[in-house]
C-alpha cells in the first residue's frame, strides 16, 4: 500500500504515470470506478480550504466513492483523540484518508497506523496535490503532452514570494522530479529549507532538472515558462506574513517581471491577494491561466486516488 505525504512519495515516473491518468480522466470524466460501491474516502479539514474540500469530494464521486468531509473541529480529533487511534478507526471504514492538516509529523503519525492510503491535503510543510495541478496545467499551456504523460522536462518554472512556505517546498520537489528547471526567487529571510533545497538538487541531477534559489527576482523569471506565487500569509502563518509585507513587495508578480519570461504564463493556487502578492493586471489579464490550474486539482487528484487504489499500489 503507498500514500502519498509529500511530493517524493512518486517516483519521477509514477507522478508521470499519475499525471497521465489525470489527463485521461479530464477526458472521459467517469472512466475509472476505482470506488465503486459506494467505498467511502475521509476528507479532513483542520484547516479552511474552498479547491481541495470540493475537488476531492467531486473527485471521489466521479470515481464511484462516496466522499466524507470532516471538520476535524467539530470531531473528537477537535478533543485531542491520539491521530493513531483515529487512523484505526477510519481505516476500519474507509477506503482513503486526505487529510489538510498543521504538522507534516502529524499526517506521518496517520499513514503509520492506517490500513489504507493516507493523502496529503496541505501540511506546513508541502502541498504536493496542488503541484500535480500546477504540472499537468504547465504541460496543457506549455505544450508536452502525451499518452505516456506530461513531458516537462526542459520547462522552466520561477516561483516568487515566500520561499520558506510549503508551496515553494513543493514546487521544489515536485517540479524537480518532473525534470524541470524550478527557480525560487524570495527574500534571505525566507529561503527554503536546507534539507529541502538538497533534496530537490538531489532529485533533479536524476531527472535532468535544475534548481535555483536566488534573491533576485528578475533572475527568477528571466526566460521562464511559469510564474507562479502564493499568498504572503500562509494559512497559520498569517500575522508572520502580514508583518514581512515590505521584506516580500520586491517579490509582487507584475506585468514588468511577467515581461522578462518566455511569454509566460502565470499561475497561482488560490485564494490570492490582488495587489499584494500579484497585481490584478496580471491575475486578471491573458497570461493568467488560474482558473484552468484550479480545475485540474479535479482531474489530478482523481489521477492519483485512481492510482493508488490500482491493486498493485494496495498489495505493493
Ligand atoms: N489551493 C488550495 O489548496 O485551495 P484551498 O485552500 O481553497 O483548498
Redo the contacts with the bound molecule.
Sequence with gaps: MRHFLRDDDLTSAEQRAVLARGLALKADRFAETPFVGPRTVAVIFD?????????FAVGIADLGGSPLVIDAASSQMGRGEPISDTAKVLSSMCSMIVW?TFGQERLDQMAASSAVPVVN??TDQF?P??ILADLLTIAEVKGGLSPEGPALAGRSFAYLGDGANNMAASYLVGGALAGMEVRIGCPESHSPRPDVVARAAEIAESTGGSVLVTTDPAEAVAGIDAVATDTWAS?GFEEAGHAAEGVLKPYQVTSQLMDLGNQAVFMH???AYREHEVTSEVIDGPASVVWQE?EN?LHAQKGLMAWLMDPEQIAG
Design positions: 484547516k479552511s480550504s474552498t479547491r481541495t474540500r470540493v475537488s489538510r491535503a496541505l502541498h496535490c496542488q494559512m493556487c488560490l485564494p484550479a486539482r
